[in-house]
């Protein structure tokens, strides 16, 4: 019976991680110019169904940034409404539920300003970096000696729909260059 569980769980998390390969995909260049912030120039992608542009799947829409340089800064991935995904919510709720911190202090339903919203949202971002989605993401950032590195995220809050617990935040995944990318200057 372990067994067959074992391959259950595992043909769901394959599911899981193809269904991030077809989500479709835009990318735009942010310009950002001020007397406050640097002039920084990057790429960020964004869910189809939440922008405007030629939609792609993921590894189409590196491609698209690439052929347009070399060495493109692609800044995040922006998650926007895929934080509904029913994947994202059973990983990211499933891990909150095995923190002692979460059993401790629950947060409130409904409002994002709450006592320990600041220990929670370390905790959403860890269980996001964790993700089969993420895991997805990151498979094909590789091939460009990137990842997703980090997760930055607004106005988190949870709550409880058909006896079940949903998360709601506005979320950017960072990407930055791979650990294992290798120095042109000293290659290994």
Same mark, same amino acid.
Do not use: C
């Given at each position: 019976?372990?067994?067959?569980?074992?391959?259950?769980?595992?043909? =769901?998390?394959? =599911?899981?991680?193809?269904?991030?390969?077809? +989500?479709?995909?835009?990318?735009? &260049?942010?310009?950002?110019?001020? @007397?406050? =912030?640097?002039?920084?120039?990057?790429?960020?992608?964004?869910?189809? $169904?939440?922008? !405007?542009?030629? $939609?792609?799947?993921? /590894?189409?829409?590196?491609?698209?940034?690439?052929?347009?340089?070399? !060495?493109?800064?692609?800044?995040?991935?922006?998650?926007?409404?895929?934080?509904?995904?029913?994947?994202?919510?059973?990983?990211?709720?499933?891990?909150?539920?095995?923190?002692?911190?979460?059993?401790?202090?629950?947060?409130?339903?409904?409002?994002?300003?709450? /006592?320990? @919203?600041?220990?929670?949202?370390?905790?959403?971002?860890?269980?996001?970096?964790?993700?089969?989605? &993420?895991? !997805?993401?990151?498979? &094909?950032?590789?091939?460009?000696?990137?990842?997703?590195?980090?997760?930055?995220?607004?106005?988190?809050?949870?709550?409880?729909?058909?006896?079940?617990?949903?998360?709601?935040?506005?979320?950017?995944?960072? +990407?930055?260059?791979?650990?294992?990318?290798?120095?042109?200057?000293?290659?290994?």
């Amino acid at each position: 019976m372990k067994h067959l569980f074992g391959t259950f769980a595992g043909l =769901v998390i394959s =599911v899981w991680a193809a269904h991030a390969q077809n +989500v479709q995909w835009t990318a735009h &260049v942010v310009h950002h110019d001020s @007397s406050k =912030v640097e002039i920084d120039d990057g790429w960020v992608i964004s869910p189809a $169904s939440d922008s !405007a542009g030629e $939609s792609r799947g993921f /590894k189409e829409t590196l491609e698209a940034i690439y052929a347009h340089g070399n !060495a493109p800064h692609i800044k995040h991935v922006y998650l926007g409404t895929l934080f509904h995904r029913d994947d994202l919510q059973a990983e990211v709720v499933g891990y909150l539920k095995k923190q002692k911190s979460f059993h401790d202090s629950p947060p409130p339903f409904g409002t994002w300003a709450f /006592k320990g @919203s600041g220990e929670i949202q370390k905790l959403v971002s860890e269980a996001l970096l964790q993700s089969q989605f &993420v895991t !997805a993401l990151n498979n &094909v950032l590789s091939r460009h000696k990137q990842t997703i590195g980090s997760v930055s995220m607004e106005k988190l809050y949870f709550t409880k729909e058909h006896d079940k617990i949903i998360w709601h935040a506005i979320v950017w995944l960072l +990407v930055t260059p791979s650990a294992n990318k290798v120095d042109a200057a000293n290659p290994a």
